[in-house]
């Protein structure tokens, strides 16, 4: 289980990156820590490191619930189209199940999930689990796991 410190927004967005290089299509990964924690901030980079959007295009779907980053027209290769989901304001696994989640997790994209670990059950049996715990500042503890069946 890697486990990684960032000091910054700057360098949590770069870890993102960087864990992006490692993400296949199917990818389904939660990002699981306390509001606050970083984990749309994370998200940004690994938008960006898949060459689907800046990070200043990237921004948390707590109203919207589902956002869509296509694959850079521009990528030469490698470039997987991104769904950023927030299941926050969601309270039954039944809302969750009227999202579709099934198909984006056949679709060949990574899915980046915040909330997730609370539906555990809607989860598909191989993920990568990226825990973000906040420390003093802009200072976190990053750890990642994969999870297979």
Do not use: C
Request: net charge negative; proline share 5%.
């Amino acid at each position: 289980m890697p486990a990684f410190r960032t000091a910054s927004e700057e360098e949590t967005i770069a870890l993102g990156e960087a864990l992006a290089r490692d993400l296949r299509p199917r990818a389904v990964v939660l990002l699981i820590g306390n509001l606050g924690a970083g984990k749309t901030t994370l998200a940004k980079g690994i938008v960006k490191g898949l060459g689907a959007g800046d990070p200043d295009q990237v921004s948390s779907p707590t109203f919207t619930l589902i956002h869509e980053y296509p694959v850079a027209k521009s990528k030469v290769s490698g470039g997987l189209k991104v769904y950023h989901v927030d299941l926050y304001r969601l309270d039954r696994a039944v809302e969750v199940a009227r999202l579709g989640l099934d198909e984006l997790f056949e679709k060949a994209a990574a899915v980046l999930i915040e909330w997730g670990e609370r539906f555990p059950q809607l989860m598909p049996a191989e993920r990568i689990e990226i825990h973000i715990q906040a420390d003093a500042g802009d200072q976190r503890e990053i750890t990642v796991t994969s999870i297979t069946s």
